[in-house]
DNA sequence: CATGAATGAGTATTCATTCAT
DNA sequence: GATGAATGAATACTCATTCAT
């Protein structure tokens, strides 16, 4: 029997429709927010929602398949950060807005990522513990030369990058608020020189 | 004795349905979170849906309503604080944790505060609004004393306060992570002596 | 005990009321149909929905009030057609575009008509039977005259009428259908010389 | 034999439950009228109302999928008098006699066929312009033989078979009352010789 | 592996009508 | 006689998830 043939003719199918998946779904995050219809993504890329479900049995394994693809381009971030930012304050500054724009890729992604936080089932869960180690990175190095706080944590800073990132999630269309909301995370509200 | 209650439910027999109704949702908005079936409130409270529907026409009158009823409690801590914290950082700090606490009441509450804040319509917007108010009130005081930024904005940290509270929702159940946060806030993550 | 000028102050308040009532069901019906909702009429009018019912124990009796006061007019309208056009035949087809324009008062209102004439219990029957005696009377005339057909029967030109009406609800807004279709209605489909 | 039943169900027990959807919506809209319960149907069916959804997805497709099981019927009466009616007057007659009946299928059928005249979007928009290209059809010949008016539009012959099913409805029961308005449509009210 | 039909609980919302005040 | 609070059945529509084909 030619089943040979049909595995591999599947096999290909299935790769490039996870590949159509990612990106029909991509657009429709981007277009209609996270809490979107999974079955109106399955429609859009032409295949029936039990072949969505069998490649994301979850909205979050979508989600985290998503953000796996979008590695690439905050990892390059974080790659030039540290080869070009000799500052570790400054550095950390630059890696923690990277953060917020990643949280803000889709309306309403900064809330199962805090979810996945707390739980250690979510396939987001990894995603976030990749970043908030990155983002420990930043801070120790911070941290050694006295231009962090030695009582601030990697994991609040992570929440607290999703916290900004959700904050400007609102129809906010101001961005002096986005920026002086990045610029108190860092500074806090009091004044520099105090 | 009996008679001044009979009195009061003779004025109107609504006045009880609706504390009534009022105690049955804010047990279940603590409980289910804000986004708890209307219906459920409604048969909790041994009421129609067209009753509850009457009294709160839509989800955010009622969660206005229950902080409304709440006004008090946080009307007595800006007022504890107004009097007795002398120092105007200190009391702004104090403010914001109360907005903080505030907006923890229920799970979820941060997401509707938040949308209404950039729509006008909402019942939600003048509750918003008067907090932003008092926010700005301990803040003028804070930058006069030169103990807060010039250019931070008061709808700015009341926002921030929503995001925090946002970032503790859930199961975090991590103190240490809710206090670290507030101080990010009033800091920032950098030392203060720079 | 001053019942009396209680008494008097109230009929006069009833009567002011029923009045007023009616002006604001008119507006509604004309803006939102017949089907419109009664609770809508009554907090328009600012009486509570229990004192339209009073007035007016069901939808039909509201419009057969509504009817009422506009007896008038078409009454004014019956008496020019029947003092200035001699031709009898002229002056049932005006008597009939009369009735198509009446019934076309509100949007919707052929429904209630149609059904008020199949229930005798209708508070809109005796109108019905009333403007279908007129219309008798019209095509009786034409009938000596020899410019009606003797099969036809008042009851259905006035069905029919209705039914050009109910035709023109549409949103049509073709007013050449509208002619076309009265037009029909007096000579049918057929040519008139054949 | 079984295995016939069984096969068919293969290729899909969809087709089965979209027949037996029409076949108890159909009931329903005799028994309850156009605007029975969507729902009830469903149930009636043994389905869940996401199933009677998924096959129509508004009353309105349900109304044409049952129309366009009759369209058979209307279909074999349109041949039949197109090649035994030579007259074409009466050819004329005949189907808008037809297309009365066919109209008064359920109970407030033609409510929603008026309003699909006039929007372009509904699923009834083309199922009544198919009807509106056949009466023109009987029409022209009708005209071209000169025993219709020339003045006269298709579109308006098939509004006014409507409001001739429209007057029908109810408890009429009067089939005098019936044929007397479909000869009105045809001579009008005026004696044929006039 | 893919399909897509079916599920069916769940939610918001409306409104004529009643009746205690 | 007036009020208006309460009723509560009823309806349309959604969507994650399953599973027979």
Known sequence: MPQNDTER??????????DHI???????????????????IAKGAGVGPGTLYRHFPSRDDLLAA?????????GAQRAAITSTVSNPGEALA????????????FDGLPEPLRAAIS?????????CEGY???????????????????DVRARDL???????????????????SAHAMSDVLRHGWT???Q
């Open 9 to 18: 003719a599947l096999r290909s199918d299935a790769r490039r429709n996870r």
């Open 22 to 40: 990612l990106d029909v779904a991509e657009r429709h995050f981007i277009e209609h927010g996270v809490t979107g219809s999974l079955n109106e």
């Open 66 to 74: 998503l953000l796996t693809a979008r590695d690439e381009k905050i």
């Open 94 to 105: 630059q890696w923690l807005a990277a953060l917020v724009d990643w949280a803000g890729a």
């Open 119 to 127: 739980e250690t089932n979510s396939p987001l869960s990894s995603t």
């Open 132 to 150: 908030i180690t990155s983002t420990d990175e930043f801070l120790s190095q911070a941290k050694r030369e006295g231009v962090a706080r030695r």
């Open 158 to 176: 992570f929440l607290l990058a999703l916290a900004v990132s959700w904050a400007r999630g609102a129809a906010m269309a101001d961005d002096a």
């Open 191 to 193: 004044p520099a020189a």
